[in-house]
């Protein structure tokens, strides 16, 4: 930003509207409390610094988004309160045009459409700091309501919410961290599988991860290509709804069970039905393969407990002691015993070659004595543990071999509905109908994230089997694939005393730098998020940090119209500076690291060695260059501008 940015308006009058007070100042613009004196109300009115102002593009990038934001504001806003989105035109451009000699010019832009209805709103706040308060808590609100349709929007906004309450040194307020954090947890979504028209009860993999498998209350059985996203088909299948689906562990046949009473069996490979298995027990409420694939585990919903061999179509009546519906069954990874729970809130362990049952545990009762009911069992990989999903809003973790309980899991608002564990039995997750999954530490039961995006109840939850994904299935009749690598918990570095305005990995990916308006570079430690080191000999914001390929060096750009090269172990800047006659914006080394390339405010790329330092060369380009970066063959290099093109 231009120092002379930096005069405040307040007390000036822009054609109808007159400024009250500056509420937040960011890179492009600063946001002022306005009067609209021909509509008797306060606005937000956001004023461009002169580096962009007679910048044509750059004007009609914030018309559009101005017209965008107020067709999808228009049917929400009360007739009283609604933002008019404009940019200052005819008469008033004439205002604005005078006002770019003052190193400002006028536009609305969506900020202000984002923002204007809060204001009106708490027009009579007395403080730019209670002001600000209220904007930031308006953008979460929006944030939060765009994560579903586009996620990385919502992490846009919550991003500039953090950023304004960080300009007022203000205590962030919850609704905002919760935006971002919520945002943060959206852009981990990969996809989403839509064409059931009602909820959707199970989803389930392939063992091989390729296929997707949903069936819904529509009584439809859909396959999806996991890696496109594509449906493959539609199973004509059951006449009422149905409530689980299995795949054989060879992934040859697909088992989908029915409130109908019947089980179907499919062939994968011509989508053809096999055989239907029929017990006359009722609704089935759960299947489960036993590993070797020949044998199908069933509960049903008159407390029946059937064993089917696949390939004679006959079954075994197992003789389990429930007195209600069996909500849930499940093989261990040997197969040589099968766990069953239910409403009666019983887990009964059992050997699956007789059916003898070995231990059970016991229902809680709650405070009005109806015992838990249990809606989902999941075994460990290592068969150890079991997991259990209970409708009070808890799991429960047993050891699989003498029934003790390992730890409860707490925080979801209503019932659980499923439960399940990642491969390498490291993590587990749950579902609930509060709409939201979670994901669990297995060994000691800290909730590490949460998966929120879907519109009603979760239904189902499974990790991918070889991939770092996990799917969620719902009753918004959509199953959602995400992202489960540990980045998704975010380490939080606290350090920078104002907004960060660049962040890089070094190439080996051990280390992260920031640079902040605070005047300060800083480095971390990627995987602990430790700060190692802070560089701060800058007199003005860092614009841009750069590693070099060896990792041994840092290179900085600045307002103070310097770069600089630090030695990162030592934090000794690396003389002499790199001079600049306008603030640096951008830098970036050459794959070898034998040449830096920096841009600046005046429109020049300049070359240096970054030994030296000495100016090898510079480029012209007749408008400021914002960010620079090399081609990985290092023989073409593109430079981004304030005119919205990029440069090669």
Known sequence: MNKSDQSDLTGRVFGKYTLYGRLGTGGMARVYKAYQTNLDRYVALKLLHSHLAEEDEFIGRFEREAAAVAAGNAAKADANLRATAEVVAGQ???????????????????????????????????????????????????????????????????????????????????????????????????????????????????????????????????????????????????????????????????????????????????????????????????????????????????????????????SDLRQVSHVAAVQAVAFNAEGSRFATAGSDGRIIVSESENGISLFSIEPFFGDDNRPTVINALAYSPDGSRLLAANDNGTATVWDANDASLIFRLTGHAVQLTDVAFSPDGSLLATASDDGTAKVWDANTGQALYTLSGHTSGVTAVTFHPTDPLILTASQDSTARLWRTEAGLTPLVLSGHTDAISAITFSLDGNFLATAGEDDVARIWDSSSGTLLNSFADHNNSVNDVAFHPDGNLLATASDDQNARIWDIASGDIQLPVMDHPAPVNGLAFNPEGTVLVTVADDGFLRFWDPISKELLKRLPYDAALTKVAFSPDGSLIAAGSVDGTAVI
Do not use: C
Not at 216 to 226: C, I, P, Y
């Open 92 to 314: 008033e451009r004439e205002i604005a045009q005078a006002a770019i000699a003052a190193q400002e010019t006028a536009v609305f832009s969506a900020y202000e459409l984002a923002t204007a209805v809060a204001i009106a709103e708490q027009n009579a706040l007395e403080t730019e700091n209670q002001s600000r308060l209220v904007i930031a808590r308006q953008l979460a609100g929006i944030a939060t309501d765009q994560l579903n349709s586009d996620p990385q929007l919502g992490l846009l906004l919550s991003l500039e919410t953090i950023k304004l309450i960080q300009e007022a040194d203000l205590d962030t307020p919850e609704s905002a961290e919760d935006a971002l954090f919520r945002a943060m947890q959206a852009s981990q979504l990969r996809r989403i599988f839509s064409g059931h028209v009602e909820g959707i009860n199970d989803g389930t993999f392939s063992l091989d991860g390729r296929l997707l498998a949903t069936v819904s209350q529509d009584s439809d059985v859909k396959l999806w290509d996991v890696a496109t996203g594509q449906e493959i088909g539609t199973l004509p299948t059951h006449a009422q709804p149905v409530n689980a689906v299995a795949f054989s562990p060879d992934g040859s046949r697909l088992a989908t069970a029915s409130q109908d009473g019947f089980i179907i069996l499919w062939n994968l490979e011509t989508l053809q039905l096999i055989t239907v298995l029929s017990g006359q027990d009722g609704a089935v409420n759960d299947i489960a393969f036993h590993p070797d694939g020949r044998f199908l585990l069933a509960g049903y919903a008159n407390s029946a407990i059937r064993l089917w061999d696949t390939t004679n179509r006959r």
